[in-house]
């Protein structure tokens, strides 16, 4: 697998966008008046507890008070709050933990009013964007993430992640970072960690402690509430989270981020800072890459699949339901059963890359088509989750139903990526829908791929295909031109017949003896 990443600037905001293979696979927009993106710390202060939900409202800035829940105060909240306190006073200059003596831990099922009062000052965490109508919701459990681990202050205890399979490189590891930690601070050991050498890992130690105390120093004096740490740039945090040998290229076209983003790669892999690369072009970045076409595809309520497959996708306050469709596809099974199985697994496929690019977050209920055995029902759903495995939001499927249901459940952080694909009807009382819109023309031009595809196969000899003047021409100009592909691919030539008076997306297929095809 070969993935890249393109960065392209606005005036206003930054999209980021990942494409695996060629296809996007995540599509991030980071603006600049972004004050609370998760990983954030705020030095804050409560505003009012809230016993009836065991929770307090926190102001960090936002014009709704951030939620804070008992269950993510964390264990050792009772610390927290004293060392902001002999810190934002003035008292306490050594911020390493080193000496500092800790506090007993709460009771995880007690009271919040036990451990917080109201216009105390505290630390938290953005776990989850302001979203609609709600504030963000915050911890006071704070951890910094790094490349290989991530700090936790006010603990001490190691842990490794669990995708790292080898029992002996856990232990391996957990050696190597407890000879090394600081005291006062845990440490979670990250996937990518496995098969690192102690310097490598030391020097991730380091950079997080340095940041630790960069924020410490921010906290005397400081007004309530401010931002004291701040999580990298999306640009930055995906090359963390997910760097790998895999990364081939990183397209930036903004100058000052491309010289950030190639320092930060120098830092974390020497040998890879090659790949980053400056895009100076006057064609945009995203025309030229094809991706602009995919974003054009890839959202709205109908999503087109490979081989004519389709999903609907629907949104309502309470979930999301994806409805899998076989479309018009031939059928090289024998069966309706090895039919059903092919479709489901294409469209899994099309549904993990769906739930990353949205960033769905809540529960998804995915209908697809009936499999009769159980054999076919195991299959779909472990590929289902291999295809959801590379996945950074959590998540859990559970298995089919006997109705053909799988149920999804998937962290959501942020609000999810939501892009208007419908496009104002450029005919006068044309064939819009009622808000006088209709789908993006770049659909309608891949609807006519597959049709054509699919005519060939079912063996159509001569096909006309009769169309607007505008999609005529954008079918059959320049070279090599739409209709070239499609005869270098089948060895079978389509004529394009524009037609005046149809609508700007209308089209319709002809036989050889001008009979409709349907």
Known sequence: ???ELFIRSGS??????????GKLLELHKEEEENNFTVGDIFLAKIRKTVPGLNAAFVNVGYEKDGFLHYHDLGPKVLSQLKFVKSVTSGKLKDYSLNNFPFEKEIDKHGNLNDALKSNQSILVQIVKEPISTKGPRISSELSIAGRYIVLVPFSDRVSVSQKI??????DRLKRLITSIKPKGFGVIIRTVAEGKKVAELDKDLQNLTERWTAMCKKLHGAHHPSKVLSELNRGASIIRDMFNDSFSAIHIDDETLYLQIKDYVQEIAPKKDNIVKFYDSNVPMFEKF????????????????????????EHTEAMHVIDVNSGNRSNKQKTQEGTALEVNLIAATEVARQLRLRDMGGIIVV???DLANANHRK????????EMKDDRAKHKILPPSKFGLIQITRQRVRPEMNIKTREEDPNANGSGDENGEIEAPIIVINRINEEVKRLFQKDYKKITLNTHPFIAAFLTKGFPSVRTKWFLEHKKWVKIQPRDAYTYLEYHFHDKDGGLIK
């Open 165 to 170: 399979e080898s029992n002996e490189e856990k």
């Open 379 to 386: 299959q779909l759903y472990n590929h289902l989750r291999d």
């Open 1 to 3: 697998m070969n993935y």
């Open 367 to 369: 209908d697809f088509i």
């Open 290 to 313: 094809g991706i602009e076409r995919q974003i054009k595809t890839s959202f709205g309520k109908t999503v087109s699949g490979s081989k004519g497959a389709y999903l609907v996708i």
């Open 12 to 21: 206003q905001e930054v999209d980021f966008a990942l494409l695996k293979d």
